[in-house]
C-alpha cells in the first residue's frame, strides 16, 4: 500500500516540467461541510480536517518550487454564516500556528495575510501577526492567507486610494494605468501577486469574489475532490492540468505565429 502510494506521487511528480511551476498558486479550499455531512460529523469537522490538508499543501507546494501559496481562509461573506462556526473558522489560525511554525520555519515558508485584518476577533489577529513575524526572515515560499477577504471590497478600497492620492495633487487621473492599480492592491507586497493558476476544490465551478482582477489571466483548474481530502498529488495533478494549457495572454501560440 505505502510503497504504491510513492509509486504513483513519482509517476504525478515524474510528469511535471520542473521549468514550468507555476510561481503564484491560489486555491479556493471548498467542501469541507460536505467532507464531515458524508461522514455524519459535524461542519467543523470539516474545517478541522481542512486544517490538516493546509498543512499537507502548504509543505507540497514549497517542495516543488511554488513561490507563493494563497489560500482562501475566510471570504467577506462568510460572516453570514451561524456564530458558532464563524467562531470556530476565527479559532483555526490560532491552532494552526501553534502547532505549525516549526515546520514552516524548517521549510523556509514565509507568512503573509491580505483581507480586512483589524476586523478579526484580537486572538486571531494575534495568531497570524505572530507568526508574520516569526517566519519574516524566510526567503522560500510566501503562505499567503486570505482572511476576511473580498475581491469587490478590495478594489473599492484600492479605488479609494488611488482617488485619494488624485486628491492630494500626487498623481494625475492620466498617470492612472494597471501598474498604478496593481500597487493599491492587496497583492502589491506579494513576489509575484497574479496567480498564475487558480484551483477549486469540490466540484463548484466559481469564482466566489476571489482576486477578482488578479486572475484575468490565470489558468483555472476545479477538481471534483472535496477540500479536505485534497492531497499532494491532487495539487501535482493541478499542476500537470496547467502545464498542458496553452497560455496566450490575448496573442497567438508559436504555430500560429509563422
Ligand atoms: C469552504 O467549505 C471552506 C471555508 C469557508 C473555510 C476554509 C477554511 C479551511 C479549509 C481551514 C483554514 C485553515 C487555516 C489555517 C486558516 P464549506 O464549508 O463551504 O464547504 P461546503 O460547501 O461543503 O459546505
Redesign the pocket.
Known sequence: MFSNLFKNKQAAQNKLDQKRIPAHVAII???????A?KRGLP?VA??KQ??E??KTITKAASDLGVKVLT?????TE?WK?PQAEVGF?MD??V???NTFVPDLIANNVRVNVMGYTDKLPDSTKKAVFDAIEQTKDNTGMVLN?A?NYGGRAEITTAVQAVATQVKQGKLEPSQIDENVFSEALMTATLPYADPELLIRT?G?ERISNFLLWQIAYSELVFTDV???DFSAEDLELSIYKFQQRDRRFGGLNKKEDN
Open positions: 479550499m471548498d467542501g469541507n461541510g460536505r467532507w455531512k461542519r470539516g474545517h481542512g486544517m490538508t493546509v489560500l482562501y481562509a475566510f471570504s462568510n454564516r473558522l483555526l489560525p491552532k494552526f500556528f492567507f482572511l469540490s463548484e472535496l477540500w479536505p
